[in-house]
């Protein structure tokens, strides 16, 4: 995604977007502290678990977005900054020798990973600065397959995306989002454009900004069986905010995932040693 582009628009986007953060906080409050949030932007959730009492940590590969928080970090009341620290970094790869109770992904980051090798590079990360007894939580979205089937025919229609429109903050001028999106099924991504299109009162269109987005989307068991294979387990599966079970496709998924336990473990790799077994033996036959 074109997050350096995306920097100048995010904020005023989401200003009144608050559906997830007291989800987030809740979570902060019940895991060990601190917390991790990877792919913390602009710091829209993160400062919220901040101002609640949660220590956290915030890790983004992109300058701009990060420049943003470090702005709104230096705004805030002395006793909350203390409990930010905000660092450049991939997620696919970070070593930030910290042991960690809580590790978010809270708006669809983990769908920014294309490709299977980072997925799980990511995930051993997650694993090796998470706590035994901590939690992993993860938002996606339920790809919905009435669209993609719609989609099939390689149109790419523009749509006007209503819940998108917001006013800008500077001018006072009302900004309407459209996008057109392509699935493509076989790698299982979407690719979208979205357009940003500025409006004085007169109607005039006075700026447009265009951002793109590549995501890859994840089926619910096929995400089940990626967390299992990189050591969790699904604790829970939530499909929305209220902790409402998951629902039509286009919603919510909201993976709560803990580290396997010892015993768990213990079983894979006999399992495993099985396995090699019977494949030794019958290779020798």
Request: hydrophobic share 40%; with cysteine; proline share 4%.
């Amino acid at each position: 995604m074109d997050y350096q582009a995306y920097s100048h628009i995010y904020d005023d986007e989401y200003r009144d977007y608050t559906d997830d953060a007291q989800f987030y906080v809740r979570w902060g409050r019940r895991c060990n502290p601190p917390a991790l949030e990877l792919g913390c932007g602009t710091g829209r959730i993160l400062f919220a678990l901040a101002q609640a009492g949660c220590p956290v940590w915030g890790l983004d590969m992109c300058g701009p977005m990060l420049d943003k928080a470090r702005a709104k970090l230096a705004e805030l009341p002395a006793d909350v900054a203390r409990r930010v620290k905000l660092l450049e970094g991939d997620m696919r790869e970070f070593d930030l020798d910290q042991e960690f109770g809580l590790i978010y992904l809270p708006f669809r980051e983990f769908m920014h990973l294309h490709h299977e090798e980072d997925q799980l590079n990511c995930l051993d990360s997650i694993h090796r600065h998470l706590s035994p007894n901590g939690r992993l939580i993860i938002n996606l979205y339920d790809i919905d397959m009435i669209a993609l089937v719609q989609r099939n025919d390689n149109t790419v229609p523009l749509i006007r995306q209503h819940g998108g429109d917001y006013t800008d903050p500077i001018t006072g001028h009302k900004v309407y989002l459209s996008s057109a999106t392509n699935y493509v099924h076989r790698t299982q991504m979407m690719q979208e454009e979205r357009f940003y299109d500025r409006v004085d009162p007169s109607g005039a269109v006075v700026d447009r900004r265009m951002v793109t987005i590549s995501q890859r989307w994840f089926f619910r068991w096929e995400m089940h069986h990626l967390l299992h294979r990189a050591n969790f387990r699904v604790h829970e599966l939530f499909g929305g905010y209220d902790r409402q079970p998951v629902g039509e496709m286009g919603g919510e998924m909201i993976f709560i995932a803990r580290p396997a336990t010892e015993k768990e473990l213990v079983f894979e790799v006999d399992w495993l040693q099985n396995k090699l077994a019977r494949l030794r033996a019958a290779r020798k036959r």
